[in-house]
């Protein structure tokens, strides 16, 4: 059976970003359906940033709190694992998308369950569990919002051996004695500090030189730090050649010869774009491809397919992927209206220059890394003249208040032609809260001197700002 059904906008997938392209779009007055195959949320809701952080929360509390004196001694036993993999799943909302099916019919979008794919130009079917059919004609624009899968390395015998992916590392029921975590990037760092808090014996094998390579390598080499005193082990320069499953037993062959044995292993080895089965080749694109966008999140050469989110590789973060919704909402809207864009516009509406210019991110790792913009090596590749000015956070005061014996770092890239900053990182107890600071400077081009005239409350951490400033002045 087949039905026809015509909107202004199709979206194919409910996550976070697809939710709010569908929202802008029906803010803009165009109709609009959205199609999702699994749960209303997407990855983020419910085997992303929600469980992974509702695992992280309890941890960092933990360890911020044994910092404090007065109260440490009231925090030495070890988590309840289980009230938190409770807490975690409330917060996934046990796996049920109730909440944010009505928030969709709430904006007045319709919307299709079923696995969507492109059917030619501005049409897109929908397949229905029981094999129903669905045709959704979009007068306007297509906007394809299907996120990333875990992408496991071609390895002999992993398809057997059951490996853990971030999803069974975000819903686990249980906690593993011993978890073997293959990768050095933000999964793999926060999920190897929630599970080693919660009880497992953790070893990270990173293939690399150190975690968190995105980052300042400061970053890594604290958050490693960390971990090891946390009792995990940390190791480098490391690869895993073949993996097994006997059991309960999980054994991973190494570079060197050697064998480790587990009871999981954790392949959190980067993301695929979820492109392959949606029809990408009845368009003239290839299945299985990032999308490529210009900065009003159409995708390259066509005049009504959008690409928003993590499906276009430029940042694979809801909060950026959100902000892209926004922006490719009013550019859709725009467009119906036949209003030009303004896309040479750096500060318009239709043009998501943040994803270039000052991404931010927290790693929800103890300590926690932040970071906005460039890395130093970034700018340089980038052809900058720049400056990094580095400041030990522990002779902050606010630090010291914070916590007792406060370990971190902090580095801020100056562009030494325009005075402004092109990146900050800092690395600490408690920064995630305080790198909005830093969004603000990079994003907004705040011209050093006047950074000088933004004071920081005595005695908060972000008094770093007042040693970084005066250490590049000298
Ligand atoms: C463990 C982990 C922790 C993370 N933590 C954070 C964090 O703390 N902060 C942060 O900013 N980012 C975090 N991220 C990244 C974040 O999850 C993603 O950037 C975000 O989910 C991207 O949103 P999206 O809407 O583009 O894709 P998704 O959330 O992946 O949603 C895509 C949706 O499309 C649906 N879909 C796919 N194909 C089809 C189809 N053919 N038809 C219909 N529906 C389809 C999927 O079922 C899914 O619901 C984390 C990622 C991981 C893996």
């Not at 306007?140 to 971030?166: Q, Y």
Request: negative net charge.
């Amino acid at each position: 059976m087949t039905d026809d059904k015509a909107y202004d906008v199709v979206v194919l997938g409910a996550g976070p970003v697809g939710e709010n392209v569908a929202d802008r779009a029906r803010a803009g007055g165009l109709s609009a359906a959205i199609v999702e195959s699994e749960l209303v949320g997407g990855e983020c809701s419910y085997w992303a940033c929600m469980p992974s952080k509702a695992l992280l929360r309890p941890v960092i509390a933990r360890a911020d709190a044994r910092r404090v004196p007065g109260l440490r001694q009231a925090v030495q036993g070890p988590l309840d694992a289980q009230a938190v993999l409770a807490h975690r799943d409330d917060y996934t909302s046990h796996w049920k998308d109730d909440g944010q099916v009505d928030w969709v019919t709430s904006i007045g979008a319709d919307l299709y369950r079923g696995q969507g794919r492109l059917a030619g130009p501005r049409t897109v079917t929908v397949t229905a569990e029981d094999g129903t059919v669905t045709t959704l004609t979009a007068r306007h624009a297509v906007a394809v919002c299907t996120g990333t899968r875990a992408a496991l390395p071609d390895l002999p015998g992993i398809g057997e051996a059951k490996p853990w992916t971030s999803r069974e590392a975000t819903s686990a029921a249980s906690v593993p004695g011993r978890l073997i975590v293959v990768g050095g990037g933000v999964v793999a760092a926060e999920m190897a500090t929630a599970w080693q808090a919660l009880g497992a014996q953790v070893t990270m094998l990173v293939r690399g030189d150190g975690l968190l390579p995105r980052m300042e390598p400061f970053a890594g080499e604290l958050v490693a730090d960390a971990l090891r005193e946390a009792g995990a082990e940390v190791r480098t320069g490391v690869s895993v050649t073949a993996v097994e499953r006997t059991g309960a037993t999980v054994t991973a062959t190494l570079d060197d010869g050697s064998a480790l044995e587990a009871d999981e292993i954790l392949f959190a080895t980067g993301r695929a774009p979820r492109t392959e089965d949606i029809g990408l080749e009845t368009v003239g694109l290839v299945p299985g491809d990032w999308l490529e966008v210009d900065d009003s999140l159409r995708v390259v050469g066509s005049d009504w397919l959008y690409a928003v989110g993590d499906a276009n590789h430029r940042a694979l973060l809801t909060h950026q992927g959100k902000y892209q919704a926004r922006i490719a909402g009013a550019a859709i809207t725009a467009r119906a209206a036949g209003v030009p864009l303004l896309e040479t516009d750096r500060w318009g509406a239709h043009s998501a220059t943040a994803d270039h210019d000052a991404v931010p991110q927290v790693v929800f790792t103890d300590p926690e890394a932040a970071s906005a913009g460039l890395t130093l090596a970034e700018a340089e590749a980038a052809g900058h003249r720049v400056r990094a000015v580095d400041q030990d956070l522990a002779g902050v005061a606010g630090a010291g208040l914070y916590a007792d014996g406060y370990t971190g770092r902090a580095r801020m890239i100056v562009d030494l032609d325009r005075e402004v900053l092109l990146g900050v990182t800092f690395v600490g107890p408690g920064v995630g809260e305080l790198i909005h600071s830093a969004t603000i400077a990079v994003a907004g081009e705040v011209p050093i001197d006047r950074l000088w005239h933004a004071v920081p409350s005595y005695p908060t951490v972000s008094e770093v700002w007042l040693r970084l400033l005066e250490a590049y002045r000298g």
